[in-house]
């Protein structure tokens, strides 16, 4: 079984092919042509579309994939692959019937469902964690999700909107309309915006950039403490673009989370291929409805 896999965010359109060879052994998988295109979110919700239909064209074509699945930005409806709700870093998004828009393009089986709700799927089964974890993606923006307990399927995977839960009153105007958001704060995106850098490995590692790494942690800590109090999870799992550089900051930022215990926090062991493992792992065992 082939699938072409894909993971669309804000700024880029990671996809790749993963390969299972025994389906009744889903973590035996090989992932390859892995590889990434610019999202051009800010050409408008046609430039978006075409770039995910040449991303999946490219791999159907070459690879003789059977089927399509993937993890995108916004919330999206379990049943149908639409999405239900997405901010403007994916424009035109809301109300896009993603599934069926590629189903009937590439008369191929497709599931879509949430990024951060793939990258949980995925830190789960393959990343080796216990039941109850929070996972969060530091991207464009910040998606958050809960695994509960139990047989691996949508009724265990949570999608939290930790995103655009207000951290500060009157604070920056959120893509969602609300301002204050924690995705404004905890995110890729507030890194470049508060040190006006396209690098943002330089927030932790130039001096210049103190305020804004501490405010940063500040930020974090707070929608962390707010996840392990309201969740209690085993673990807090902490993925996306952020955390590829992680050698730059996890230790300073772990030291300071003590009252955070008894959570473990736990970078994201599959990095940047979490939502294209987490759409395939989806796909394949069949419980997510949307197929
Ligand atoms: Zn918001």
């Not at 999700?145 to 500060?168: M, N, S």
């Not at 130039?206 to 790494?213: E, G, L, M, P, Q």
């Not at 403490?225 to 902490?238: G, Q």
Request: a negative charge; aromatic letters at 8%; glycine letters at 8%.
């Amino acid at each position: 079984m082939k699938l072409a896999c894909l993971d669309v965010g804000g700024t880029t359109i990671k996809s790749a092919v993963v390969t299972v060879n025994d389906k009744e052994d889903l973590k035996s998988y090989d992932l390859g042509a892995f590889s990434f295109v610019p999202t051009e979110a800010s050409m408008g919700f046609e430039r978006i579309r075409a770039n995910i239909h040449s991303s999946v064209a490219a791999l159907v074509k070459k690879h003789g994939c059977d089927m399509i699945a993937v993890a995108t930005a916004g919330t999206v409806d379990w049943d149908s692959g639409k999405v239900t709700y997405a901010t403007d870093a994916l424009p035109g998004f809301t109300g896009y019937d993603f599934a069926k828009d590629l189903k009937e393009t590439f008369s191929l089986p497709a599931i879509v469902i949430n990024d951060a709700t793939a990258a949980a799927v995925a830190e789960h089964c393959y990343g080796d964690l216990s039941d109850r974890d929070v996972v969060l993606t530091l991207g464009t923006g910040l998606g958050s999700a809960l695994v509960k307990p139990g047989v691996l399927d949508c009724d265990c995977v949570e999608d939290l909107h930790l995103g655009h839960i207000v951290l500060h009153k009157d604070g920056y105007v959120c893509k969602c309309g609300n301002k204050g958001c924690a995705e404004q704060y905890v995110s890729a995106s507030a890194l470049k915006r508060d040190s006006g850098q396209n690098d943002i490995s330089l927030v932790f590692t130039d001096k210049r950039y103190a305020k804004v790494k501490a405010d940063f942690f500040d930020n974090m800590h707070r929608v962390i403490k707010y996840a392990v109090e309201k969740y209690s999870p085993d673990n807090v799992v902490i993925g996306g673009g952020v955390v590829e550089i992680k050698n730059l900051w996890w230790n300073d930022f772990v030291a300071l989370c003590g009252d955070c215990a008894p959570s473990v926090l736990r970078p994201a062991a599959l990095a940047n291929k979490a939502g294209v493992l987490g759409a395939a792992y989806s796909a394949m065992c069949g419980k997510f409805r949307n197929q």
